[in-house]
């Protein structure tokens, strides 16, 4: 194939879409869409832009197909099409871009390509919970299909004692969720408040806030699409809402 | 002052709107501006989404005014005003959104608020430089205002020693950048890349991919709105692109 050849009028949008609401789309994601002819994404996302995708050929796989995903959006950009290939949230954090940039860094495909940013998990459901994230954090993925256990460990471990806020995506699997947090807990006081959020911005959306010592009540309550804050040292729960403050109240009169 | 009585009708939105450009703007946070009759923002800020304030009453203030901002935001809302408090990026991270809440909350004011998040420049700028955020991050201010330098220091330590990207934001002080980068290249390869960007989404936009060992040439370009990301162990630059891989290609076949 002679990529040089085929290239022209083609390119690949590799879009977020934020949580899932239309309201948290960026309107360069929409306007990514619509100028896409093809669609590329996961099922379940294909369903929550159904709104942008009418008359446009959409193609869509299922979990764990990531690279059949990232084949098909380059190959059909590299015959000329204008493709979007669709992550929920930022498209970089845990979505397809570095697995389709690297994909077409080790095949040597010249393509016109442009991440479109997206509101992450992380920011998305730390809105809904007051403002966790207002001093330094850390986001860590809880899948262990492409990352050894003992590294997402390591990594929980120096998140804890440098005293990032943390925030974790993909909780699928439960014992090593139950290990994470452990490793936490063991440097961080019981009242530490911790967030639960299923679903963002979405249909039964489901907020829970709770501490360090209780949050094992809710374990029933987390799935793959939940994402988990734990707050730092600062961390407290005022009117509902879990505030990490920075530090103003030190320094300034209110 | 009787809060409950003052409370009808009045609304607080803390709104992130990106990094500047209206195209990464979400559509929530351009209808919750544009709801709003009251619009508070730091002096830059107003300026930027001026297309979205006008017939608006908008109250404008320097940096370090944070506090005046909050307390003027808060007062108008309780006045009966529906107000858009606004930040760039996500309204939580380094914005306003904590301060507001910890001061609605010292201040036992009963008031509707509503977070509006946003893309933050960890993302925007992530994606002007490739896909840098593919595996776990850390978010860390450089800003020694409100948080002193010692814990700054250890936190980049423990994000250096837990292999996350990381990702600097308000890289102003220039001592405490080079002391943060020295702790980073101690424990990193010194061809670990390392990618600059001023003005993601912005006129005159300035993106610069280098490495531990080369990054102070570019010292003079960095200032307060410099995001600054060093890649992890993985992270590697193919065709311009910093990429930080999650894994992939150990593991299936391209």
């Keep these: 194939m002679n990529n040089e050849e085929k290239k022209e009028g083609g390119k690949l949008y590799i879009v977020g879409v934020g949580p899932g609401n239309p309201r948290i789309r960026t309107l360069e994601a929409i306007e990514s869409i ?15 832009i159904k709104d942008l995708t009418e008359g446009k050929e959409v193609i869509t796989a299922k979990m764990k197909e990531e690279i059949f995903r990232t084949k098909v959006s380059v190959e059909k950009a590299l015959e000329g099409n204008v493709v979007s290939l669709v992550s929920s949230g930022d498209p970089q954090v845990y979505g397809m871009a570095g697995l389709t940039l690297e994909y077409i860094c080790r095949k040597g495909i010249n393509l016109d390509v442009e991440i479109v940013p997206g509101v992450t998990a992380a920011n998305a459901a730390a809105a809904r919970l007051g403002s966790p994230l207002s001093l ?3 986001v860590l993925s809880l899948s ?3 990352i050894p256990r003992e590294e997402i460990l390591h990594k929980a471990k120096m998140a804890t004692l440098g005293d990032f806020v943390i925030v974790l995506y993909n909780p699928i699997n439960k014992p090593l969720l139950l290990e994470t947090m452990k490793i936490i807990r063991e440097n961080r006081k019981e009242d530490t408040p911790v967030g639960i959020v299923k ?15 209780d949050w094992e009540k809710y374990v ?5 699409i939940t994402t988990i804050i734990v707050g730092n040292s600062r961390t407290f729960v005022c ?3 879990m505030i990490t403050p920075r530090g103003y109240s030190n320094k300034y009169e209110f």
């Design 220 to 224: 029933n309550e987390i799935d793959m």
């Design 34 to 48: 619509k100028k896409s002819n093809v669609i590329v994404a996961y099922t379940t996302y294909a369903e929550l």
């Design 199 to 213: 679903k963002a911005y979405r249909e039964n959306e489901k907020d829970i806030i709770t501490n360090l010592k």
């Design 144 to 146: 262990d299909l492409l």
């Design 136 to 138: 330094d954090y850390v």
């Design 239 to 241: 009117n509902g809402k």
